[in-house]
């Protein structure tokens, strides 16, 4: 009998923490199966952060490292720079990466360190009780903000792709989603060519995906895929905001055109 699919090794057998309807097992089998498919498991190693997914150490059936909160960039540029050869990762949430590891992301992508960072932007604290993150839209009602977030207070929500893709040290910076199966596929696609950059010694890459987060946003996980569709992605619009594969592709044909005339 022919096998048409089957669990990706790269993820344990252990249940997952998260509440009914978080995208974020969804997005754990993204990473694993793209280290699977790469034949990397053997030396890939993973940064977990505090927030949600702090037992992801629990998941990922390959070496993982505990990093305090919001240091998770700084954990895997030492990892990176002591075993060069092997594939780093960090898995972060919006508040792990966005706030108190603000500085760590962004010059671990300014000094392009080759790892890859896996941010998951839910636009709220998650596991603390649901307070107000730098990714919360205008508006959004959370613990901290029960009249909505006002841009006047507190700013507007940060666009963290945007942000790193304008550093010259970023080698692919892409956004996506998982609200519905096509965005998946796209999500899958991006993680693994995230991977495949800084296997390639590129330089930085990180794959921000927009998640749900039911529990905190008060609402079922249909509601909350819904939500992301015509809520999240109006404000952090999806797309490849760096790549350098393509630049060097646009390049090489600009040189041959200049060559032809």
């Not at 949430?93 to 896996?118: F, P």
């Amino acid at each position: 009998m022919a096998v048409v699919f089957e669990k990706t090794k790269a993820l344990t057998d252990a249940t997952l923490s998260y509440c009914p309807g978080c995208t974020h097992g969804i997005i754990h089998r993204l990473v694993a199966e793209s280290i699977d498919e790469l034949g990397v498991m053997e030396k890939s190693i993973g940064v977990a952060p505090v927030g949600c997914a702090v037992f992801a150490y629990d998941f990922f059936n390959i070496d993982m490292q505990q990093a305090a909160h919001g240091r998770a960039p700084a954990v895997a540029t030492g990892i990176k720079r002591v075993h060069p050869n092997n594939v780093v990762f960090t898995y972060q949430g919006d508040g792990d990466l966005a706030s108190i590891g603000m500085a760590e992301i962004v010059h671990a992508a300014a000094r392009g360190e080759k790892i890859t960072t896996i941010f998951v932007n839910n636009a709220i604290y998650g596991m603390t009780g649901g307070q107000m993150a730098p990714t919360t839209l205008v508006g959004q009602v959370t613990t901290t903000s029960p009249y909505g977030r006002n841009p006047e207070l507190c700013g507007m929500p940060v666009r963290m792709a945007e942000m790193l893709g304008g550093l010259a040290g970023a080698a692919y910076v892409a956004r996506v989603s998982v609200h519905n199966v096509r965005a998946v596929n796209e999500a899958k696609r991006a993680i693994k060519k995230a991977f495949e950059l800084q296997i390639a010694g590129k330089g930085f890459t990180m794959v921000e995906v927009l998640s749900t987060c039911p529990t905190n946003w008060g609402m079922n996980p249909v509601e909350a895929l819904g939500w992301v569709e015509s809520n999240m992605i109006p404000y952090y619009p999806l797309g490849v905001f760096k790549d350098v594969s393509k630049d060097a592709v646009l390049a090489s044909k600009d040189v041959s055109a200049k060559e032809a005339n």
